[in-house]
């Protein structure tokens, strides 16, 4: 196979044309050509440093047949959610499920599951699972190391995982949200060499300066573009592009490639812009995909021109995949695993005692997964405590989908719903059902649709009830990625209906019990104060 194009080469920083042969899935020979009008430009695809796929909504295959379309050749992917629900058969499900198309998966080996001792989890992952993993070759890292307290005071079990890792001579991803100074110095000591999660420029500069990788994240939630691609300027080596968590209405609309986009609009450079979207990942992870030299495997995308990177042609391996903005790897069977046994719930389930007026109240904040405490007044009603919507302040609920046990019950601020509820088994960390809504009847509805579904995403408004199933674990569907994503955008449309100003309303609120992240969460086992890490109260 023959293709010609303006070969972007990124480490010499050229353009220029040429005609590539491939050969068994290989480049076998790069010639430069004379110059050809309207040759489209040749590059390498780009890679997600870190994502949960899970997050999509889709099963690997699946997500895959979407990610191609948009010149995304690999993902380093953290299988933490649906070891959270299955334990290493979940784990075990992703390779296999991602082995059967052509994508470039590299999983890594859940570091945290359960994620806290603060919730209840389907699944756990102990050292000796990390020994199994490890000596995969599949498994290419250790994922992300979100217990950071037990990082820097050197908590034994964290360190025989980071250990363990070390051993096999595999990188270790790091978590450790508003961490700078010492404790930031403490962290990165103990292995961790890659952070996700930093929030503004300085943490983010301390943290390269540590010797850290950072990964711009722009994700369906989690927004941290804007406050960080400036450091790309003078550390174009230190950065990476990822999502972390992209739900399927928005990988059906772009992935990497809009960050790229973005930052050439931003002025950035080029070559450092495609340094961090295509090849700083490869190095770190020392991936095997190509980097458009002789010998590499034939992975490289053919785009329109050098702005908006529009894709024309996708090649993995040497066989294209995506072209035109169509997918071209074909559906496979996808197998069904759950863990899911909670009974249906009753409206009184959701009662909480009123205690006083005042309550401590989740901040939730568009674009962010850190959540401020703040105080605000609820209503009450024959002894008990009720959301407040005309002051937006919502009855949240965090249900055991593991097993039997009452619900916890807390408040939130910035949902926006005038009426009904919505709720989610996309819960992270450990994947318990999740809702907020204005009162207790609509709640238990939204819950025990999701029950009856054994997983998914619900919607009750009035006589409306909607609901998007997620058999695979709770949290995945097995169906047409694009059918999965335009169900999801009517499901999310309704929502927004109902009132919610946020931008993704489920994305939103699959975060809210997670506990790891500040200031304020609720686990099913109650409210959290992710400062202290302990239990708080509702009332104040």
């Known amino acids: 196979m023959h293709i010609q194009g303006q070969l972007v080469d990124i480490p010499n920083q050229k353009i220029y044309p040429v005609s590539i042969t491939v050969e068994k899935g290989k480049i076998s020979a790069i010639k430069e050509i004379n110059p050809i009008p309207d040759l489209p430009f040749l590059l390498p695809g780009f890679i997600d440093a870190h994502v949960h796929v899970e997050s999509s909504m889709l099963v690997p295959s699946e997500f895959a047949r979407l990610a191609v379309v948009h010149g995304t050749v690999a993902t380093v992917s953290d299988p933490h959610e649906i070891a959270n ?14 082995k059967q198309v052509p994508f470039k998966f590299y999983f890594g080996a859940p570091s945290c599951v359960p994620a806290t001792p603060f919730e209840t989890a389907g699944g756990e992952i102990d050292a000796s699972h990390i020994e199994d993993l490890m000596s995969r070759p599949e498994i290419v890292y250790l994922a992300e190391m979100m217990n950071w307290p037990g990082t820097v005071n050197r908590d034994p079990l964290v360190m025989e995982k980071i250990q363990i890792a070390q051993k096999y001579g595999k ?7 508003g961490l700078i100074g010492e404790l930031a110095e403490k962290y990165v000591s103990a292995g961790p060499s890659t952070d996700h999660e930093c929030f503004t420029y300085a943490e983010a500069l301390g943290k390269i300066k540590l010797g850290m990788k950072i990964a711009i994240r722009e994700g369906s939630a989690a927004k941290n573009f804007e406050a960080l691609i400036d450091l790309i300027d003078e550390y174009p080596e230190m950065i990476m592009f990822c999502s972390d968590d992209k739900h399927p209405d928005n990988l059906a609309l772009g992935h990497i490639n809009e960050l790229a986009t973005r930052a050439i609009a931003k002025g950035k450079d080029l070559f450092q812009v495609l340094q961090a979207a295509c090849l700083n990942p490869i190095h770190h992870y020392s991936l095997e995909v190509g980097q458009l030299r002789m010998g590499d495997p034939a992975d490289f995308i053919l785009v329109k021109d050098l702005k908006d990177f529009q894709v024309q042609a996708t090649y993995i391996n040497g066989e294209k995949v995506a072209e035109n903005g169509k997918t071209l790897i074909d559906r496979v069977d996808n197998l069904v695993i759950n ?11 959701f009662k909480i005692e009123a205690k006083g ?29 009720e959301s407040n919507p005309e002051k937006d302040i919502l009855k949240i609920t965090v249900v055991n989908r593991y097993q039997d046990a009452p619900p916890a019950v807390a408040f939130i601020k910035n949902f926006g719903l005038k009426n009904g509820a919505i709720a989610s088994s996309v819960g992270h960390d450990s994947h318990n059902i999740i809702a907020v809504g204005v009162d207790n009847e609509t709640i238990c509805r939204a819950v025990n649709l999701l029950i009856k579904a054994n997983g998914g995403i619900s919607a009750v408004s009035g006589e409306k009830e909607e609901v998007l199933p997620l058999p695979v674990g709770g949290i995945m569907s097995a169906e047409n990625g694009y059918q999965v994503a335009a169900e999801y955008t ?24 997670l506990l790891v992240i500040p200031d304020l969460k609720l686990s099913d ?3 959290f104060d992710g400062k ?9």
């Open 85 to 98: 629900v299955c334990g290493i058969e979940g784990v075990d499900y992703m390779i296999e499920n991602g």
């Open 357 to 385: 007026s005042q309550v401590r109240v989740i901040e939730a904040l568009d674009g962010q997964l850190i959540t401020p405490e703040i105080q605000g007044d609820i209503l009450k009603k024959n002894g008990f405590a």
């Open 171 to 177: 990188p270790i991803d790091g978590h450790a949200p």
């Open 339 to 349: 863990n899911f046994t909670s009974s249906l719930k009753k409206p009184e389930d």
């Open 525 to 527: 086992k109650g409210l």
């Open 490 to 513: 009517r499901i999310d449309r309704m929502a927004k209906e109902m009132g919610s100003t946020l931008n993704s309303p489920f994305m939103t609120l699959s975060f809210m019990a």
């Open 532 to 540: 202290k890490f302990e239990f708080t109260e509702v009332f104040q």
